[in-house]
């Protein structure tokens, strides 16, 4: 196995020793969690929402407590949709854990058991439903509960993208799944969302179904200090440096968006030189103007001061 030297890391989880700060949101999220309440998540996208859930999650106190669930809404457009990637979601991070809760998920779910497949050699139901199979998705829905209420373990759902529900053509869907969730005795959520007006309006607004039912958990961009000091030690154990400057130029170039600032520092990391001085041709400027030309999608919204403008 190749040994993944680089300590950027710009996809998939990220190990905890290159995880960047975040204490205080990370034990507030474990505190809310060990205290069964809801919290709501919220910063702009790509600042770091999901590696905080999943730095959290794979703590030992709470892997080993509590069933996880995590499912992006963010592409559903109908409550149908959602209906579909909530028990997806379900079946694969819960009732794919033992033989026992496998079935009793086709058990509680009598509204689309016509539509289980079946695995002949694990001798197991599957999980192959289809949009059109979800013929009664508020029935469904309150199956999905159901089956969560019995698990052995208490179950926490992350929903992301939460504010998506919006959207939806059909009109009660916040008032619905408020009301199913204030039922629930065995389930807590962190609703995460990336518009943080629109969220906050959904759960602060006393004329929402969600009022004050959460706790509010919002991530502001890693302080400059804290991210230089990580930035540089993780330059300096691979035995390359970075200059401070360097560094100042692509904070702000970035705006403290956490994913961006990364991937900067990522393929300056991956080319096994130094990052010097910002102004220079061979420096920061430069290098992340060539960046942006390979891979225009993760810095669309950026426009570094002093690079050639893109037609």
């Known amino acids: 196995m190749v040994k993944n030297i680089n300590p950027f890391v710009v996809s998939g989880k990220i190990a905890p020793e290159y995880f960047c700060d975040r204490v205080k949101e ?20 790509r600042m ?84 059109g199979d979800v013929q009664n998705p508020e029935y469904t ?27 939806y053509p059909e009109k009660n869907v916040e ?3 408020r009301t199913h969730i204030q039922k629930l005795s065995n389930t807590n959520f962190v609703f995460s969302g990336s518009q943080r007006r629109l969220m906050e309006e959904m759960f602060f607004s006393s004329k929402r179904p969600f009022f004050q039912s959460a706790k509010s958990l919002r991530l502001e961009p890693i302080a400059y200090d804290v991210y230089l000091d990580f930035a540089t030690r993780n330059f300096r154990e691979a035995g390359k440096g970075l200059a401070s400057e360097a560094f100042a130029h692509v904070y702000e170039v ?19 030189t130094a990052l ?9 400027r430069h290098h992340f103007h060539g960046i942006q030309q390979e891979i225009p999608f993760a810095f669309a919204k950026f426009k570094p001061i002093g690079c050639p403008q893109t037609a």
């Open 26 to 45: 990370a034990a507030d999220l474990e505190k809310s969690i060990h205290n069964q309440m809801n919290v709501v998540l919220t910063s702009p996208r």
């Open 175 to 177: 008032a619905l799944l």
């Open 254 to 272: 970035f705006m403290g968006v956490t994913v961006a600032r990364t991937i900067g520092l990522y393929h300056r990391s991956a080319k096994g």
């Open 141 to 167: 829905l309150a199956e999905i509960f159901g089956y969560l209420e019995k698990v052995d373990k208490r179950c926490i759902v992350v929903i992301d993208e939460f504010q998506q529900i919006t959207r």
């Open 276 to 284: 010097r001085h910002p102004c220079r041709k061979t420096g920061a």
């Open 48 to 131: 770091g929402k999901t590696s905080l859930v999943d730095f959290v999650f794979d703590k030992p106190e709470i892997k080993d407590e509590y069933v996880t669930v995590s499912v992006d809404i963010l592409h559903t457009t109908t409550f149908r949709e959602f209906i579909l990637a909530f028990g997806t979601a379900v079946f694969d991070n819960v009732a794919t854990r033992s033989v026992k809760l496998r079935k009793q998920f086709v058990t509680f779910l009598k509204s689309l058991s016509a539509s289980f497949g079946y695995d002949t050699i694990q001798n197991m139901p599957t999980f192959d439903v289809k949009l």
